[in-house]
């Protein structure tokens, strides 16, 4: 069941996903609830339900979107849409996210194990790539007809070969095609004992391995400058070696240590877990492509001989000052731009990507026998978390959220809910990037329990998350370069729990 999780979206931290049963979709706030649901939310709480078995088998389908908005001035060179805006659409449909919750207690202690997608942002799919993409095309494509001013300028003063629209231009005209997936999965499977102290009182000690399995793929195809297919200047011989292309797989595993407690009196249940950071280092395996520049000298040698250039003078116009500066500006910058894209991805490579430990603290209240209210706080201690070329440290502190919820028995036959959650990132303008992002949100859910026998439950629920917008500005070659992060979240999910 796990495996056709093929696209998923969750609720939840950086890398922490909460919505691992359907009773949190309808209500949210279950840190302090005393349930099957528990062995996730609260499992030391698990320890005062009755003797014997319990499980829960829960089904989730997702349905998500991710909206990135960019406004760059070179995006206006782009001969197949001139225009300076543009809008990157990510979409994700998850038919199936499955997720088991058993408990089986025995006198005064609860044995519990919890199977579920425990962290990551599932798949994701960009059909014409992300904006960084086109901005590296765009600025190598303006530093190209740049090159081509200073060629012209030491071969032929006063006249246009390179900068010509036969060749390069002289605007930094380009056209392209790109497209970037990308799939995350962390699998959980945790193992736990709870042990009831007293009537009032139990514990919990557990841990959870987790095993981390993503990949990258995306490229940047049939980039032309002007009039010239890039690869005719990089080896003509090849009509992809100006091709990017990132093929990356990534596993690792992980331990979480989990410590949780559980207090009861009369109407009130207060509730707090401690899940400790789990280290992991994701090994790459990648089957990579990137241009080489280092070929452009030789190659446009062989344009200028062909143009009627002597090989003498060609060499003397490619080794004038102004025009190897260019080059090398242009090698050093096209590179850094590269790193900084795929660099993460390289083959072999070791990439930290910890789950952040958290701590979640809740109360219910139960004013009258069919009414249960609850409050819960979740911190999630991101800063403390690696992540690759330490991007933790560019957040302003860790996530907070805030939930609560509400359930009504109102008959023999059906309890209805409702909840509400905050979720704040402490998120920086350096920390957004189109490849990976998060945006700050409130979502709410409601739903159905309905008590089919005395040890049969079905929850029916429905959540959506509203997201706000991220917004930053960067000054870059072509001028300021924007970008606006926003996303959309639906989930339907049906949960059986039964009591054995």
């Known amino acids: 069941m796990a495996m056709t999780a093929a696209q998923a979206t969750f609720a939840g931290g950086l890398l922490t996903n909460t919505n691992q049963n359907v009773a949190f979709n309808r209500h949210f706030s279950r840190d302090g609830v005393i349930g099957i649901d528990g062995v996730y939310f609260n499992p030391a709480g698990v320890a005062f339900l009755g003797q014997g078995s319990h499980i829960s088998l829960n089904w989730q389908t997702v349905i998500q979107t991710r909206t990135i908005k960019n406004e760059y001035p070179l995006f206006g060179n782009n001969v197949n849409n001139s225009g300076i805006q543009r809008t990157f659409q990510g979409k994700a449909f998850a038919p199936v996210l499955p997720s088991i919750q058993y408990a089986y207690n025995w006198k005064n202690f609860s044995f519990q194990t919890n199977f579920a997608v425990g962290g990551g942002g599932g798949k994701c799919t960009f059909d014409d790539g992300l904006g960084s993409f086109e901005r590296i095309v765009s600025e190598t494509a303006l530093a190209a007809s740049g090159l081509a001013r200073a060629i012209d300028a030491v071969a032929v003063p006063g006249k246009q070969m390179f900068s010509s629209d036969a060749y390069f231009g002289s605007t930094g005209k380009y056209s392209f095609n790109s497209y970037m997936r990308g799939r995350q999965y962390y699998y959980g499977l945790s193992l736990g004992a709870a042990y009831k102290v007293n009537p009032n009182l139990s514990v919990f000690a557990g841990v959870r391995g987790v095993y981390a399995l993503t990949n990258y793929y995306g490229y940047v195809r049939d980039i032309k400058v002007g009039s010239v297919p890039l690869y005719q200047m990089l080896d003509p011989t090849k009509t992809n070696s100006a091709d990017i292309e990132l093929n990356c797989d990534q596993s690792g595993t992980g331990f979480t240590p989990i410590l949780s407690v559980d207090y009861k009196t009369g109407r009130w249940n207060v509730a707090a877990k401690y899940e ?142 409702a909840g509400w959650q905050n979720t704040n990132y402490g998120l920086t303008p350096e920390y957004m990037n189109d490849k990976s992002f998060v945006v700050s949100s409130n979502s709410v859910g409601a739903g159905v329990c309905l008590h089919l026998t005395k040890k049969m439950n079905l929850n029916l629920a429905y959540f959506c998350t509203l997201y706000g917008h991220e917004k930053t500005s960067e000054t870059a070659l072509g001028g300021e370069y924007k970008a606006d992060y926003t996303r959309t979240n639906h989930v339907f999910g049906a949960g059986l729990d039964i009591d054995f």
């Open 276 to 417: 400790f950071k789990t280290r992991i280092r994701l090994k790459n395996k990648s089957v990579n492509q990137a241009p080489s520049i280092g070929n452009l000298p030789a190659n446009l040698g062989a344009a200028l001989v062909k143009a009627g250039v002597s090989p003498q003078n060609a060499n003397a116009i490619l080794t004038a000052p102004s025009v190897l500066g260019t080059m090398q500006a242009i090698k050093e910058r096209f590179d850094a731009e590269l790193g900084e894209a795929t660099g993460e991805f390289e083959d072999g490579k070791k990439v930290p990507g910890d789950i952040p430990a958290l701590l979640t603290v809740g109360v219910g209240y139960n004013p009258i026998d069919p009414l249960r209210v609850n409050v819960g706080f979740h911190y999630y201690w991101d800063k403390q978390a690696e992540a690759y070329n330490h991007r933790e440290k560019l957040l302003k502190r860790g996530t907070m959220e805030m939930n609560a919820g509400v359930e009504y028995d109102a008959s023999k036959l059906v309890t209805v809910s």
